[in-house]
């Protein structure tokens, strides 16, 4: 419930089998305006995002970083998985998150949001139930201008959290200000 400014975001790509649609998380950082990863908006015949009241927004373009689009046919996990897209229609809430603006988040407890599926951390069995989830971590360092969080790294925090399928674009928050997008592709 503190985490209104991460929503549902719903696409449908053109594949080899058809439309297929996916889903992921983004975060609203203004009324028109939300972040998320790339790799859940690139390539998409449609992008929606749905609010706590079950209303859609479309999106109506995406801004991506060159670095993503000239390797988009090869994505792996990569500092240039983000994309900032602008709404249809305002979507209104209470707070809008700013922008983390220091240099300092190593050793920072963090916390996470998105609506990817739930489950036990090394199990197969996992749970899509739409729900937006949210939890804390220690991030562990800055690794290739990427802030990495674990669990087991020694010290834990009462609500232990990592990213599950569904939580890319969700938000990464020091001090209720955005400081990172999930992103959970690897190659």
């Given amino acids: ?66 670095a993503f689009l000239e390797n988009s046919k090869e994505i792996t996990k990569s500092p240039s998985d983000i994309a900032i897209c602008h709404l249809e229609q305002s979507i209104k809430i209470d707070f809008y998150p700013k922008l983390y603006d220091k240099f300092d988040e190593s050793g920072k407890i963090c916390s996470i949001a998105g609506f990817g599926a739930t489950g036990i951390h090394g199990s197969t069995k996992t749970i899509s139930d739409g729900r937006r989830r949210a939890g804390s971590n220690i991030i562990d360092g800055i690794f290739d201008s990427m802030l990495e969080c674990s669990i087991n790294s020694g010290k834990n925090t009462s609500l232990e959290f990592l990213i599950n399928v ?13 400081a990172g997008i999930n992103s959970s592709i690897y190659k």
């Fill in 1 to 66: 419930s503190k985490h209104k400014s991460v929503l549902r975001i719903f696409t449908i790509k053109k594949t080899e089998d058809g439309l297929q649609q996916r889903f992921g998380s983004c975060v609203l950082i203004d009324p028109t305006i939300i972040v998320t990863a790339a790799h859940v908006v690139i390539d998409t015949e449609k992008c929606t995002v749905k609010t706590d009241s079950n209303n859609s927004v479309n999106v109506d373009f995406c801004v991506f970083p060159s």
């Fill in 166 to 178: 569904g939580d890319s674009g969700g938000g990464l928050f020091i001090d209720k200000k955005l």
